[in-house]
């Protein structure tokens, strides 16, 4: 993606959570190339992401598991 296509998609972002997608739209045009221009400066990318899971599947370690206050936390084994 080059920079022109990055202001427009990033202008546009609508996302999963947990990503504040409407922090990246809500910011100037200044602002996202700046994020542009320093993640291109961080050199060639890795692997794609996984992909999404259903709900109720769990994926492979490791990852982040988000529990809201109040929820119930689930049983560790081991």
């Known amino acids: 993606m080059n920079e022109t296509q990055w202001l427009e998609y990033s202008a546009k972002l609508r996302t999963r959570p947990l990503m504040p997608d409407f922090a990246l739209r809500a910011m100037t045009e200044a602002d996202r190339r700046a994020i542009y221009r320093f993640i291109k400066s961080l050199g060639p990318g890795g692997g ?10 769990k994926p492979a370690p490791p990852y982040l598991e988000l529990v809201l206050p109040g929820a119930q936390a689930p049983a560790q084994s081991g």
Not at 48 to 57: E, K, Q, S, Y
């Open 48 to 57: 794609p992401a996984p992909a999404v899971l259903p709900p109720g599947h």
